[in-house]
């Protein structure tokens, strides 16, 4: 199993989603976050007065996926997440040790 | 003799004039940071039951009382004594004395108000109030009696509409005392102090825009035709402000902002608020677009000076302010208003001087005291908060509550 953490931007978190459910990934915790990236922040102006905002919020996918099904997902993922301007974001995949369904007790992959 | 048709006016005026100081709260709040957001309301909101108690038992007297060599009123009308039903033949003789009364007490609750622009985000609650209250009686009091109350600069023919010189100089300079004496935020040059809720400070605007013409549209202290001039050069300085400011930061900055419309509109309301009952719609668009231009230059330059009025209270009230007091000094008609007086492109240039010689001693005065009264109030009672407590924010460390649960 390989956990997948997906940052990208507010607005395509829908189109994400559409894509990973489409591979019939079942389950996915989504938070706000913020941070920056070679993006850097943005600029904001008040009354004539720049201010430079550092971390710029982002949405962070996180969703746990056979092993197989990897490079579909982080395909699929890219392409609906792509702009091509920079600050689109960044998937990282991780090895996940076991996964344990609490309700139920079963675990490795049946509990996903 | 009591007109029901002015009487009417001004009541409902005094009633707009109220709804400022809660809207100049919501104008600022929005400004601030999240962690001080019920802090900055409370600063304003809390002048109007402090001001008023002390309007009435005290300011009102001192202000209106009967004129003493020129420089206060007489204690005669202390706790209201002698202010009823009837009209007061020196001030407005078609009204109620009480109506008189409490119309002039909500400028002197908002006046005070307006300095915690200047020190948002930093101030313990108790040294302010005490600051806030001396302040009222050291300064509004007497400058509100020299020019309105039958004192000195009245009698010289300097002409103040509606507050240009007794609300918005004053507290302007106060203003720039202030943020020089209490000193810049925590983090001031280094951190950014990026406004938390933008469409609070356009409600605020709003509803600051609608109280205005209670403001100035009252100061005729009539349902008159001088009500109906101060009304529309009001609408037409704010607009033309709120224009002004948008075309330059726009052409300055690269985009039009929200805030900057905002702030141009309370530029020209402030500007033109010396002049409303005394000059011609044209010249009341061209007040407006100085208000526009000069107030968005001086809000600018505070970040070249280096000190922190948080939310410009001085680039903005205490310039539109002497803006608007020198504008009038220029652009005053008595083809307007016959009770004004004309101004220096009318060929008058001594009411011209006597406008200038109002700004040099109601500034010099305000500056002075003002500066007294804060670096005793510190002494006596710090006015900057603790370190730690800044950090949390006024909300919490202040007044123990939060304005927004995560």
């Known amino acids: 199993m390989k956990k997948l953490e997906i940052i990208t931007r507010n607005h395509k978190l829908d189109d994400v989603k559409e894509a990973l459910t489409g591979l019939g990934i079942k389950g996915m915790t989504v938070t706000e976050v913020k941070g920056f990236g070679r993006q850097g922040g943005h600029k904001e102006v008040y009354r004539g007065a720049e201010y430079q905002v550092d971390f710029v919020p982002k949405i962070k996918i996180e969703t746990v996926v056979e092993e197989g099904i990897v490079p579909q997902a982080v395909e699929a993922v890219s392409k609906a997440a792509r702009t091509g301007k920079v600050g689109d974001g960044k998937i990282f995949i991780s090895p996940v040790d076991d996964v344990v369904r609490i309700r139920t007790g079963e675990s490795g992959p049946d509990a996903v | ?406």
């Open chain 2, 1 to 406: 003799m009591i007109q029901s048709g002015d009487t009417a006016f001004i009541l409902v005026s005094a009633a707009l004039v109220l709804l400022m100081t809660p809207a100049l709260a919501l104008f600022y709040a929005g400004m601030v940071r999240s962690k001080n957001v019920l802090g900055t309301i409370m600063q304003s909101i809390i002048m109007i039951s402090l001001i008023t108690l002390e309007w009435i038992y005290l300011g009102y007297s001192l202000s209106f009382g009967p004129d003493v060599a020129g420089v206060i009123g007489g204690l005669n009308h202390l706790a209201l004594s002698g202010v009823t039903a009837a009209p007061s033949p020196d001030y407005a003789p078609t009204i109620p004395h009480l109506v008189f009364m409490i119309y002039q007490c909500m400028f002197a609750v908002i006046t005070p108000a307006l300095i915690t622009g200047a020190f948002a985000e930093r101030v313990r609650f108790l040294p302010f109030i005490c600051f806030s209250v001396l302040w009222s009686v050291l300064v509004y009091n007497p400058v509100c009696h020299w020019i309105w109350g039958g004192g000195f600069l009245g009698a010289m023919g300097v002409l103040d509409f509606a507050g240009g010189l007794v609300v918005h100089l004053t507290c302007g300079v106060a203003a720039l005392v202030a943020c020089i004496v209490i000193g810049p935020r925590k983090g001031f040059g280094k951190r950014q102090f990026i406004p938390h809720n933008l469409p609070m400070t356009v409600i605020g605007t709003g509803l600051l825009w609608f109280g205005w013409f209670g403001f100035n549209g009252g100061s005729a202290l009539a349902a008159d035709g001088i009500a109906a001039t101060a009304f529309v050069s009001t609408h037409i300085a704010g607009m033309t402000g709120m224009l002004t400011w948008t075309l330059v930061e726009w052409y300055h900055v690269g985009k039009p902002t929200t805030l900057g419309a905002c702030s141009g509109a309370i530029a020209g309301l402030a500007t033109i608020t010396p002049a409303a009952g005394f000059v011609s719609p044209n010249s009341a668009v061209l007040i407006g677009l100085m208000g526009g231009l000069i107030c968005y230059t001086a809000v600018l330059a505070k970040n070249r000076f280096g000190y922190d009025d948080s939310l410009d209270v001085v680039g903005i009230h205490g310039v539109g302010g002497l803006v608007g007091t020198i504008a009038l000094g220029l652009l005053a008609s008595t083809a307007v208003n016959p009770g004004g007086a004309d101004g220096l492109f009318f060929g008058n240039a001594s009411f011209f001087l006597s406008q200038l010689t109002g700004i040099g001693v109601v500034g010099g005065y305000t500056l002075v005291v003002s500066w007294v009264l804060l670096k005793g109030i510190n002494a006596f009672s710090p006015l900057r908060m603790e370190e730690n407590d800044e950090e949390i924010g006024m909300d919490t460390s202040e007044h123990s509550e939060t304005a927004y649960q995560a």
